[in-house]
């Protein structure tokens, strides 16, 4: 299956966005991130320029994209909804030249603030979403890093299929998230006795990475030896991917 993980670094300056919630005291940015700058202005247009994809640096969208399913509240730089993989490479390649940070997005749906942050927020739901096959006799799927858990599943069961790792949020989050949260769920256990584990790493087989680097290369499974000689080389394998895409049950 397709799905995501998450990387930046880096510092940014973000413009100004007071954000005003019902029955709660106005929230905004510090002071010297007040005056929008050149770099953010240049980021925007590069990015137009460059990609295909959405781009979204509108103080509405900014807000949108402030919060998710936690307490936390952290007004990004900017939002960026892809159309295509290529749209994702040169959208991470113009953030790179920059020294922006990124943070990936799918439904939004995670309880610690993991896909709010001062950064280029790059969110995979809207396109990037799709079952892109079903392996019924080897009881695997593609899918890209927006594909929702019930979207998933709806297409498995057609092949009397399921997936087994289960969040409370399984309408909404999306395969990638869950493969950044390594998530599980309330019926996951049930997985540990009819399929290959209860946790989101027992179902993935693959990854097709991009790191914020731009290096791009598929990793699968590894014994321990072979884990600790690729983290030993300290190239991109051995490092934190930034996004990823992939196969698994």
Not at 206 to 231: K, P
Request: aromatic share 4%; charged share 20%.
């Amino acid at each position: 299956m397709s799905t995501t993980a998450h990387s930046g670094t880096a510092d940014a300056t973000a413009a100004a966005l007071p954000i005003q919630f019902d029955g709660m005291p106005t929230v905004s940015e510090p002071a010297t991130a007040r005056d929008r700058s050149s770099t953010v202005r240049k980021l925007d247009a590069q990015l137009k320029e460059r990609t295909n994809a959405e781009v979204r640096f509108d103080d509405g969208s900014r807000a949108a994209y402030s919060t998710d399913g936690s307490n936390y509240r952290q007004v990004p730089i900017g939002v960026v909804v892809p159309r295509t993989l290529d749209d994702v490479v040169s959208t991470v390649a113009v953030c790179r030249d920059h020294d922006v940070p990124i943070t990936t997005r799918g439904g939004g749906t995670s309880l610690a603030g993991q896909t709010t942050n001062v950064a280029v927020i790059i969110d995979f739901s809207k396109y990037l979403n799709a079952v892109e096959s079903i392996d019924a006799e080897e009881q695997t799927a593609w899918v890209q890093p927006g594909c929702n858990l019930d979207r998933l599943r709806h297409e498995a069961s057609d092949h009397g299929l399921t997936y087994g790792p289960d969040p409370s949020t399984h309408s909404r989050n999306t395969l990638g998230g869950m493969i950044g949260n390594n998530s599980c769920g309330t019926h996951s256990i049930m997985s540990e006795f009819y399929g290959p584990g209860a946790l989101t790493a027992d179902q993935v087989l693959e990854l097709e990475v991009l790191t914020y680097h731009g290096d791009r290369f598929t990793v699968g499974s590894m014994s321990a030896e072979e884990l600790d000689a690729a983290i030993e080389t300290a190239d991109a394998r051995g490092a934190h991917p930034g996004t990823a895409e992939g196969s698994a049950r």
